[in-house]
């Protein structure tokens, strides 16, 4: 049986952005772009208004940005600041609940279901963070409160910047997307639209009219989203909890084994990157960094190392990992992974070395640029659309098709 939940969402507005114009009012009116550096190679991560009204997004390639905005302000995220600020926030959210779960720093959702004896308690909570988030943080956020998760993050959107907005059941939130794309279903991203569209779907009515098609041509995924179309949504807020982040890894499963360790030491740089990528949304270091391979017979077997200082930078990983993998039997590749693990928030570097840990980091971005571009001269695989950490491209064709360039070479002793 489904029933309605109270669920907030909080979303702040334009964070990375927000965070830098609170604290040095220079960008205050100007378009400001938060991610690499318009002579560097990369994405846009943040931006605030001004540069939206230059048709700047999240994600974007950051020379396009700087086409479109020559005269923005460039500047790269700063993601401890932005971690203090988080842990803020989480401060407040979990004074209204301990149910609450967060999905990036500056997003999370707050069960109310059984903390309120109404709906209009919950609205006035729902104001209220807001306010304490203005006053206590300076910052403004944007607020949904709905009957589920997919409606609350819905609702969030619909106001933004400095909204509030409610969804109180499934006939609210039917009529507000109806007649919009299936991509307004946030769950549905740019391959399942695509997908959609060619079953004649485009919008959620489409969606609500095709339902028998859809399930049948897509499964437990076409069933998930026949569920959404019709407001159905009873997933769980669930609670994050410390000791469950004991460790952020990601792996690889190949369509074919592979024998070629060179193929493996590259795929490892790449699922490394990854691994940068969620650890610097929740502000984790790693104390230990390992390594994961199931041979073609099913044995798994994984190998790990503790490193000098706690780090989240994927090239820093990726050495580590690499040199893990030169002393493993050689033998028929399925699954290949990697990760990091004793995580804590701190990097645990002093503050007074900055400037040669700067220095560092520049030698680090070095080498991972070097070790793209002597990928890219090797498969003949342009990887810019998936090197940047911002970027949530997926990686699975890229390294599908290394592996087939890898074969290829194999088969012809190149
Ligand atoms: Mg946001």
Not at 56 to 75: D, H, Q, T, V, Y
Not at 237 to 244: C, F, L, R
Not at 306 to 319: F, G
Not at 332 to 359: A, M, N, P, W
């Amino acid at each position: 049986m489904f029933e309605n939940q109270i669920i907030i969402h909080v979303d702040m507005d334009a964070f990375y952005a927000s965070v830098e114009m609170r604290d040095d009012k220079t960008p205050v009116g100007k378009p400001l772009i938060i991610g690499s550096m318009p002579n560097e190679r990369g994405v846009v991560s943040t931006c605030n208004y001004e540069a939206r009204k230059y048709g700047i997004r999240s994600g974007m390639n950051i020379k396009e940005a700087f086409n479109l905005c020559p005269k923005g302000i460039f500047m790269h995220p700063n993601f401890d600041k932005y971690r203090k600020v988080s842990n803020q926030l989480h401060k407040i959210l979990e004074s209204y609940t301990d149910v609450t779960e967060y999905i990036a720093l500056d997003e999370g959702y707050l069960d109310l279901t059984k903390k309120v004896n109404s709906w209009e308690d919950a609205g006035r909570i729902g104001l209220e963070i807001k306010k304490r988030v203005r006053e206590e943080l300076s910052l403004t956020c944007s607020v949904g409160l709905a009957y589920s998760k997919t409606a609350a993050k819905m609702a969030s959107e619909e106001k933004k910047p400095d909204g509030y907005f409610e969804i109180p059941n499934r006939d609210e939130f039917i009529k507000l997307v109806l007649d919009r794309n299936v991509r307004a279903l946030y769950t549905v991203g740019e391959k399942t639209a695509k997908k959609l569209h060619l079953y004649g779907v485009d919008t959620v009515r489409d969606l609500q009219d095709k339902k028998n098609e859809v399930k049948r041509f897509m499964g437990k995924q076409g069933e998930y989203l026949v569920d959404l179309a019709f407001g159905f949504d009873d997933r769980k807020v669930i609670p994050y909890k410390e000791e469950e982040t004991k460790s952020i890894s990601k792996e690889f499963t190949f369509q074919k084994d592979v024998s070629s360790f060179r193929l493996l030491d590259d795929v490892l740089f790449i699922l490394a990157f990854r691994i940068e990528q969620r650890a610097k949304r929740l502000g984790l270091y790693g104390e230990g960094v390992s390594l994961k391979i199931t041979y073609s017979n099913m044995k798994t077997i994984t190998r790990s190392t503790l490193i000098s200082a706690n780090t989240n930078d994927a090239y820093t990983i990726y050495e580590n990992t690499s040199k893990l993998l030169k002393n493993v039997p050689k033998a028929e590749v399925r699954l290949v992974g990697t990760g990091i693990y004793h995580l804590r928030e701190e990097d645990g570097r002093q503050l007074s070395f900055f400037d040669v840990f700067s220095k560092e980091s520049d030698i680090v971005k070095e080498k991972a640029e070097a070790k793209w571009q002597e990928m890219k001269a090797y498969y003949k695989i342009d990887f810019d659309k998936i090197k940047n950490i911002s970027n949530g491209m997926n990686i699975y064709g890229y390294i599908e098709r290394m592996r087939e360039v890898m074969e290829s070479m194999q088969k012809y002793n190149i």
